[in-house]
């Protein structure tokens, strides 16, 4: 039987951060067209804990820890002319074992999660390629690059630089590259030669609205029993533009909402919190409360959940899930990308700080208003955002003579 070569730059268990919350359904997905086989990265030892869970869905697998220091991988990248990016994650094990699985098995495709990865496939290789790059790393380079002072600016530029040459070409070797909504995937095209034939396709992010569903979530005590209104931020904390989103409602949002409401609270939920945000906790009514083992109570007792992001990449799983969650979701235009939902409908967008402070105290002020929005967001992702309504062309992408009705493409 045909099968797949899955290649993800981090365990796709637990599906606990956006990233791997779309390679978990992806790889579940896969899975159901034939045998899998996974080559991806353990980020901890604790990561060995979940690879039982990789064991029931793979074929086989390879999972080499990553410990390759980031001044060693960066070494590597200036001696090689390379990003950074691909220097970090290379390993001459899943190099030995990705060979080794395409020579001893039938494999009729090779399906690339994140760009990263793309490094892994050989050059010789036959047969279908998909490139899975999410977003537009480089973009994401080229914007820190902009917002940073010198020498980080230039070492950021460089990143942005190489890993735009990267992801054209892939693209113009991939059977179909996909990114996690339109503006990325117009984006992508934008970036690439002009004639170079690359198939760039957008393929969505869902959410599951049966785990998301505040009918079965009990609200957080301490947040649901606390005076005035809570507002919840729920992001990977170490990550720099949730730490610049954060710091911006710290110094610029909050402070003016409690002018109105005194006792209001900022809750940053979410795992690996840097130390200038966990020197924050207790004073001026931030708690920062790290990683927890389920967000759900957290967004269920949210007066308000805020997303202000100013670099933003992709498609926000954090506001999809408060939105299936039935919260008001105040956010910018960067992190509503790629959720095709209507401002003062389904959520509440603003850029400028002023217009954020007065978007929030809006709601805050008008339970009513609040709560249908609340409602709209929650039957918006039901009805749209389905991980398998989302996830529908993937049979026919990789595998199109499995796919129902399937037939052999072009491409």
């Not at 030892?45 to 960066?74: N, V, Y």
């Not at 390379?82 to 899943?94: D, I, K, M, Q």
């Not at 793309?118 to 998909?130: A, E, H, I, N, S």
Request: proline share 7%; hydrophobic share 45%.
């Amino acid at each position: 039987m045909s099968g797949i070569v899955f290649l993800a730059h981090r365990l796709p268990f637990p599906p606990d951060r956006g990233d791997k919350i779309r390679s978990h359904h992806i790889l579940g997905a896969l899975a159901e067209l034939g045998p899998v086989h996974v080559g991806c990265f353990a980020e901890s030892e604790a990561d060995f804990a979940h690879e039982a869970e990789l064991t029931r869905i793979a074929a086989s697998h390879c999972m080499p820890l990553r410990e390759k220091p980031l001044s060693l991988a960066g070494a590597e990248a200036l001696l090689h002319g390379e990003p950074v990016s691909l220097a970090a994650f290379r390993h001459a094990g899943l190099v030995q074992w990705v060979r080794d699985t395409l020579e001893r098995h039938a494999i009729d495709t090779v399906y690339v999660f994140s760009g990263q990865m793309g490094q892994y496939v050989p050059k010789d290789w036959q047969g279908r390629l998909v490139v899975d790059l999410v977003d537009v790393d480089s973009a994401k380079f080229e914007a820190y690059a902009r917002a940073k002072p010198v020498p980080m600016r230039w070492v950021d530029a460089r990143e942005g630089r190489l890993l735009r040459a990267e992801e054209a070409r892939l693209a113009e070797r991939a059977d179909h590259t996909l990114l996690v909504s339109e503006a990325e995937a117009e984006l992508l095209r934008s970036r690439l030669a002009t004639g170079c034939g690359a198939d760039v396709r957008a393929l969505g992010n869902g959410i599951d609205a049966d785990l998301f569903d505040p009918a079965k979530v009990t609200p957080h005590p301490e947040l649901a029993m606390a005076p005035g209104p809570q507002l919840v931020f729920t992001g990977q904390m170490d990550y720099a533009p949730n730490v610049a989103a954060v710091q911006r409602v710290l110094d610029r949002l909050l402070p003016e909402i409690r002018k109105a409401h005194p006792p209001a609270q900022f809750h940053i939920v979410g795992r690996a919190p840097v130390a200038e945000l966990r020197e924050r906790d207790g004073k001026g009514g931030c708690r920062v409360w790290g990683e927890v083992a389920d967000v759900k109570p957290f967004l269920a007792a949210a007066d308000l959940v805020i997303a202000p992001l100013e670099i933003a990449r992709g498609v926000q799983n954090k506001v999809l899930e408060a939105m299936a969650m039935a919260r008001p979701v105040l956010l910018t235009h960067d992190a509503a990308t790629g959720i095709p939902a209507e401002d003062g409908v389904h959520f509440a967008v603003e850029d400028g700080d002023a217009e954020l402070v007065a978007r929030a105290l809006a709601l805050l002020g008008n339970p009513g208003e609040a709560g249908a929005m609340g409602a709209a967001a929650r039957q918006f992702v039901v009805d749209t955002r389905s991980w398998p309504a989302m996830l529908a062309a993937l049979p026919d992408l990789v595998m199109p003579d499995k796919a129902p009705g399937g037939h052999r493409d072009a491409a």
